[in-house]
Nanobody, 129 residues
Framework: QVQLVESGGGLVQAGDSLRLSCAASGRTNKDLPMGWLRQAPGKETEFVAGINYDGTRTNYTDFVEGRFTISRDNAKNTVNTIYLQMDSLKPDDTAVYYC???????????????????WGQGTQVTVSS
């Protein structure tokens, strides 16, 4: 089982930056692709960004390309940390952001909501205009 705990959400103004963190622990968590998903009020969950198991490849959805950066730090023995650096935030970025892990070790699938099996509890990001 993989455990995911997000932190770093909050209330910011349009144009500001915010960095989300996710502590991942549990068996094989370092071998799994990771990602960030989000759900805005009244909308379906959508994919935001994904990263492969060793951090060498990333994917982004169009509406965050160039503004958000996903990264991961697998240096610690049993826990790895996934980050989402969010710059030039817009009110439309307001949502609950979820850290997520894939199901299959070393998988190249990390571009869609359905590619992720384990989810964290979520952290609220609110961007005011």
């Amino acid at each position: 089982q993989v455990q995911l705990v997000e932190s770093g959400g909050g209330l910011v103004q349009a144009g500001d930056s915010l960095r989300l963190s996710c502590a991942a622990s549990g068996r094989t968590n370092k071998d799994l692709p990771m990602g960030w998903l989000r759900q805005a009020p009244g909308k379906e969950t959508e994919f935001v960004a994904g990263i492969n198991y060793d951090g060498t490849r990333t994917n982004y959805t169009d509406f965050v390309e160039g503004r958000f950066t996903i990264s991961r730090d697998n240096a610690k023995n049993t826990v790895n940390t996934i980050y989402l650096q969010m710059d030039s935030l817009k009110p439309d970025d307001t949502a609950v952001y979820y850290c997520a892990a894939g199901r299959v070790r070393y998988s190249a699938r990390y571009s869609h909501v359905d590619d992720f099996f384990h989810w964290g509890q979520g952290t609220q990001v609110t961007v005011s205009s």
